[in-house]
């Protein structure tokens, strides 16, 4: 039986010999495309066209046809591939868009003419290229997902968007396209040739979403979530639409070595199951960064394979109500009792669909649970929750970490299955714990004193987790408080000696830590520029620097406002980090002036809220903060450790 596949939906390649079929409505050109983990090309051999053919494990068509068979053969492609995109173009002196001519269905199958799954590119409009469906490994097997991602401006963009520079990727496919106007009937010209190739000289980005990207934008507001009151452009509105930013680590590295191999998974224990999942499968440079990509890509999969099972609902839901829409209109049917059987036909076969989509989304989730299960506990500490056995063993670390937890991310269809956030270190933008009653079931429940409690605890645990996860001389925390309301929630801190100071309180406080820290900001930023990092004055302290601001605005003047603005702005590129801990409400006496700061924070919850989304799809995702079991002394012992590894390190 074929798997109907819809946009974003995947489904396991069980053999490692398969054809993948092609039927469009139009002469069109079928390119193979190979990539990496990231989906991203390099190199000389990344595209099967017809001047060069075969590449290792794919054979592509020889000319432009309304029917194309690639000839696969998974187990010879190269081991540094990870992704076989089949690639459909138009020729130029034909169609000028996809929306003009009949959807195209791609299909893989087995030799012997079996289908396995099939699509159908439903949905383009004035996309000249589009990445129909892609084969790729997953734990040491393959697996073929939807894709359906157009380009308006052809082929070229397309090789641009996969991180080819500009001026060979309009080679190539100018070279593919060139080729194919030799094999093929279509006249294709030169000149013609820049429509299909894109306009390589201005940024080009994809026509269709979702896509699969690789460096997802920052995070914003869910639809109907908005950040507690910050407009969007049009005044009340939220924002633009919510993504939780999972992107890979931009590192400058000097060596040119590859990175280390990821383990490979465990064979299946049976034929026709998946393999066991391994901790670290993923691409990288260390165990660190292979399971930080391993997160982003369970977060990845766990995002599209709920959107497949939504997408298969909705169609069930809407095919059921059109089919009872004739049945009811037909007047036929008012007679003999035989519109009550179409009525129940029309059910049966929306249940059916909804059923088999259950099926999937059901595997899915089954295989997604067994890799938690087993990346969980192999987390190192700035990854791991605090109930993980590995912070009984951690010590104060000689490097920094690559990535930090800020909670856990869940959807609805599964609520135990938690992904862990994490978020970027040196973090690249501010956090803003939000302590007032919002939108969230959980806040509405709670009382006031209760909530600020829990949000002051949330920015102590985060505050004890980059320091346990910091080399004891590389981070330094400041806390201010002006009305003491946070005091009970931060002795831990003061008791284990481990701030920079003791908590500014009062308007006195808040002009004294802030005019600090923005003398430091601004003494780094002039030695930057000058290129004499090592000319700062001996007292300017070199070490990462997080702010805490707990109950703002009070004890802040006008003064005070825009020197925490500048903070906000100009701290993160040197250095200094902004964790606040407020109400938005509550400095709605600011007006507009506050909106830019509180857009440029990541806003997080103290109790389990849906305002955060992922790039691809935008599903609503819950977040809850990781906070330490009750009755717990693990924040205890990372501080006293860290307060031992000061003490130690001091000249």
Do not use: C
């Amino acid at each position: 039986m074929t798997a109907e596949l819809v946009r974003g939906q995947n489904h396991p390649v069980s053999q490692s010999r398969v054809e993948i079929r092609v039927s469009a409505g139009t002469p069109v050109l079928a390119l193979a495309s190979l990539a990496d983990e990231q989906g991203r090309f390099s190199g000389d051999g990344i595209l099967a066209h017809p001047g060069a053919r075969s590449l290792p494990g794919v054979r592509s068509p020889g000319e432009l046809a309304e029917r194309h068979t690639f000839a696969v053969d998974l187990d010879e492609v190269a081991a540094d591939v990870h992704r076989l995109g089949v690639l459909l173009v138009l020729p130029p002196g034909g169609p000028v868009r996809f929306g003009a001519v009949p959807a195209s269905y791609v299909a893989v199958a087995d030799p012997d003419g079996a289908e396995l799954a099939g699509y159908t590119l439903t949905g383009l409009d004035a996309e000249t290229a589009v990445v129909a469906l892609e084969l790729y490994r997953r734990q040491g097997a393959w697996k073929v997902r939807a894709v359906g991602q157009g380009y308006a401006e052809g082929l070229g963009a397309l090789l641009t968007d996969g991180g080819l520079a500009a001026p060979q990727a309009a080679e190539l496919a100018a070279a593919a396209l060139r080729t194919a106007a030799r094999t093929g009937e279509s006249d294709i010209t030169l000149a013609a040739m820049p429509t299909l190739v894109g306009d390589l000289r201005a940024p080009q980005t994809p026509a269709q979403a979702p896509a699969p990207a690789p460096e997802p934008p920052d995070p914003v507001p869910a639809p109907g979530h908005p950040y507690a009151g910050t407009p969007g452009p049009g005044g009340d509105t939220p924002a633009s639409p919510p993504t939780i930013s999972y992107a890979h680590p931009r590192r400058r590295r000097t060596s040119t070595e590859p990175p280390e191999p990821a383990p490979r998974a465990a064979a299946a224990q049976e034929p026709g199951q998946a393999p066991r999942p391994v901790a670290g499968d993923a691409s990288g440079w260390s165990m660190e960064e292979r399971l930080y990509n391993q997160v982003w890509g369970m977060f990845e999969d766990l995002a599209r394979t709920v959107a497949a099972y939504r997408s298969a609902v909705e169609f069930a839901d809407s095919r059921m109500d059109r089919e009872l829409d004739e049945a009811l209109s037909d007047p036929r049917h008012r007679l003999g009792g035989s519109g009550n059987a179409a009525r129940d036909t029309a059910r049966a076969r929306r249940e059916e669909l909804v059923a088999q989509a259950q099926a999937v989304l059901d595997r899915d989730l089954a295989q997604l649970i067994t890799e938690s299960e087993v990346v969980e506990p192999a987390l190192p500490a700035a990854y791991a929750r605090w109930d993980n056995p590995v912070w009984h063993g951690h010590r104060t670390p000689e490097e920094s970490p690559l990535a930090l937890r800020l909670g856990d991310l869940h959807l609805p269809e599964r609520p135990d299955l938690r992904i862990p956030m994490l978020t970027r270190v040196p973090l690249e933008r501010g956090l803003w714990i939000d302590n007032g009653r919002t939108g969230s079931e959980a806040a509405m429940t709670m009382d006031t004193d209760r909530l600020r409690r829990a949000a002051m605890d949330m920015a102590v645990t985060l505050a004890v987790r980059l320091l346990a996860v910091h080399p004891a001389d590389r981070f330094s925390v400041h806390v201010i408080d002006a009305a003491g309301a946070g005091s009970a929630s931060l002795a831990p801190l003061v008791r284990a000696g481990v701030l920079a100071a003791p908590p500014a309180a009062g308007a006195a406080g808040v002009t004294q830590t802030l005019a600090r820290l923005t003398r430091r900001v601004d003494l780094v930023q002039m030695a930057l520029r000058a290129g004499a990092p090592e000319d700062l004055p001996p007292d300017v302290d070199t070490a990462d620097q997080l702010l805490i601001v707990h109950d703002f605005p009070h004890g802040f003047d006008d003064r005070a406002v825009t020197q925490l603005r500048y903070l906000a702005d100009e701290g993160a590129a040197v250095g200094v980090h902004l964790l606040m801990v407020a109400d938005r409400d509550e400095a709605s006496a600011y007006g507009p002036l506050l909106d830019p700061l509180w857009r440029s924070l990541m806003r997080l919850s103290p109790v389990p809220d849906n305002h955060l989304a992922d790039p691809w799809v935008h599903h609503a995702w819950t977040f809850e903060p990781n906070l330490p079991p009750q009755g717990s002394r693990v924040l205890d012992q990372a501080l006293d450790r860290v307060a031992e590894a000061r003490r130690t390190t001091r000249p």
